[in-house]
């Protein structure tokens, strides 16, 4: 069984479309109800709930799903906030906690909920990243910030716990966040979710070992 929050677009669902179709029971969320049941309602095996993963009684919801089915091998922390595109020096504070809020700590409070089932199944803790968290990108920096300490709290928390733990960079991809990172340009040349997301499975359900990895050397691997 997995777990992937923010599954009603993107690359969330398109984790689900893959994970599904090869007979794995998929728990996801996003906060919008009827976005997020149109895109499943086609799709076996998943069971979708309503909510802000920010949020400790949707958490305890997801957790409760979990416990329902008995074990979680796979739990990828999708579900992201963009934030400001601004210079560091003019972000405030509260921009900062609430970019932090969503892909940071909500991570961190979902996965300590859901250790219990990962660690009974050795399961695989699973951050999607951006080169952003290693990269310095001027008016990134409220985003990049956030990455590079989801990457750092996957990786512990899975040296931490025996599991397998990856820090995945998807590369630029054709989806509406990205599409809000660059209001009014046309990104039709970035590859659609559905491209990588082969790539993505075969490295974290592959047993491989833990760390930071970018899909695109992934693709170049296989292209050897």
Known sequence: ??????????????????????????????????????????????????GDVRDPRHQEQLAAEVRRHGRLDLLVHNASKLGPMLPLADVLPGQLEEVLATNVLAPLALTRRLLPQLRGAGGSLVGISSDAAVEHYPTWGTY???????????????????????????????????????????????????TVVPHLLALVTGGGPSGRYRVADLVAEVAR
Do not use: C
Request: net charge negative; no cysteine; aromatic share 2%.
């Open 1 to 50: 069984m997995a777990v992937v929050t923010g599954g009603s677009a993107g690359l969330g669902l398109a984790l689900i479309r893959h994970l599904t179709q090869n007979g794995w029971h998929v728990v996801t969320d996003a906060r919008d109800g009827e976005r997020l049941t149109a895109a499943v309602a086609a799709l076996p095996r998943v069971a979708a709930v309503v």
């Open 144 to 194: 990049a910030a956030s990455k590079a300490a989801l990457d750092h709290l996957v990786l512990t928390l899975a040296a931490e716990n025996g599991l397998r733990g990856y820090a995945v960079d998807p590369g630029d991809l054709r989806t509406a966040m990205h599409q809000r990172a660059f209001p009014g340009e046309d990104i039709s040349d970035r590859p659609l979710p559905e």
